[in-house]
């Protein structure tokens, strides 16, 4: 079964860069799009963007100038990284699973980031 | 974007019932509607893809229906373990958008 595990730091200071991983184990990393969402306190979901096994990305546009994700498919890896971090980026981030139509049909347990000095 | 509006924000209801919410859209997404179900502390899970196609083993008690601008998903004799908050997405262009959730509650 497969299983998705985020790690990362979860305090970073405002005007830095959120790094994240997600784990992929227990399948394979083809035939999907591998994705990044995030909700903040008390709030709704936003997609931030995805990758798929050929490196293609596509980010939300609002996030677009400052979100890079990335794929290291020999450690069944994948990355999120965010730049010139504010308040507004707090969030517990998600990595997940998109069946390439845009339905997450996996998630990760995901994990809480707080923007703070 | 396309904009997802959710109704009602909460609803309070009892083991047994059956509820109905809404999601609406401001545009055309045809049948591309997912819905998740999301309890406190958890990751969301996917309960239904494009407005009505139940995810395999996901309680036949859920079901989804509309089309166009307009999305119900409904559940027969609410149990115990529904008590969460649902979440639409449309799945029709990135980038994709969820609705803000209706929180089902025990009355």
């Known amino acids: 079964q497969v299983h998705l595990q985020e790690s990362g730091p979860r305090l970073v200071k405002p005007s830095e860069t959120l790094s994240l991983a997600c784990g992929v184990s227990?399948?394979?990393?083809?035939?999907?799009?591998w994705t990044w969402l995030r909700q903040a306190p008390g709030k709704g979901l936003e997609w931030v963007g995805y990758?798929?096994?050929?490196?293609?990305?596509k980010y939300h546009p609002s996030l677009a100038s400052r979100v890079s994700i990335s794929l290291d498919t020999s450690t069944s890896q994948f990355f999120l990284t965010l730049t010139s971090v504010t308040a507004g980026d707090t969030a517990v981030y998600f990595c997940?699973?998109?069946?390439?139509?845009?339905?997450?049909?996996?998630w990760g347990q995901g994990v809480s980031v707080t923007v703070s000095s | 974007d396309i904009q997802m509006t959710q109704s009602p924000s909460s609803l309070s209801a009892s083991v047994g019932d059956r509820v109905t919410f809404t999601c609406r859209t401001d545009?055309?997404?045809?049948?591309?509607l997912a819905w998740y179900q999301q309890k406190p502390g958890r990751a969301p899970s996917l309960l239904i893809s494009?407005?009505?196609n139940l995810r395999g083993g996901v309680p036949s008690r859920f079901s989804g229906s509309g089309s166009g601008t307009a999305f119900t998903l409904t559940i027969n004799s609410l149990q115990p373990e529904d008590f969460a908050t649902y979440f639409c997405q449309q799945t029709f262009t990135s980038p994709y958008t969820f609705g803000q959730g209706t929180k089902v509650e025990v009355k």
């Open positions: 990758i798929d096994t050929t490196g293609r990305t």
């Open positions: 545009q055309n997404i045809k049948k591309f």
């Open positions: 494009s407005s009505s």
């Open positions: 997940a699973r998109d069946d390439t139509t845009g339905v997450i049909d996996l």
């Open positions: 227990g399948g394979s990393l083809r035939t999907y799009f």
